[in-house]
């Protein structure tokens, strides 16, 4: 999973798996699921929740990936 969020060319410091900093994307799993959010401050903002991890990948990506052009990538 790593190696595929890796060739987004994206700063590590923008997401975090499973638990991670403030302000960054999450992926994490607890049970069967799958969430995606933004984490700010405690603060979990604009959660999906998925039972595929492929679909939370997907939804991961698609966050992060429009961040790219922004920092000078891609």
């Known amino acids: 999973m790593i190696k ?7 700063p ?3 997401y975090s798996i499973q638990q991670g ?4 994307l999450f992926l994490c799993q607890d ?6 959010f933004y984490g700010e401050r405690g603060i979990q903002s604009y959660a999906r929740i998925f ?6 990948l997907r939804e991961f ?3 992060l990936s429009p961040l ?3 920092i000078g990538l891609k």
């Open 21 to 24: 900093r403030d302000e960054t």
């Open 12 to 14: 590590r410091e923008s």
């Open 31 to 36: 049970g069967g699921q799958w969430f995606v």
């Open 4 to 10: 595929r969020l890796d060739s987004l060319q994206l």
């Open 51 to 56: 039972y595929r991890l492929d679909s939370a």
């Open 61 to 63: 990506e698609a966050r």
């Open 68 to 70: 790219a052009p922004r």
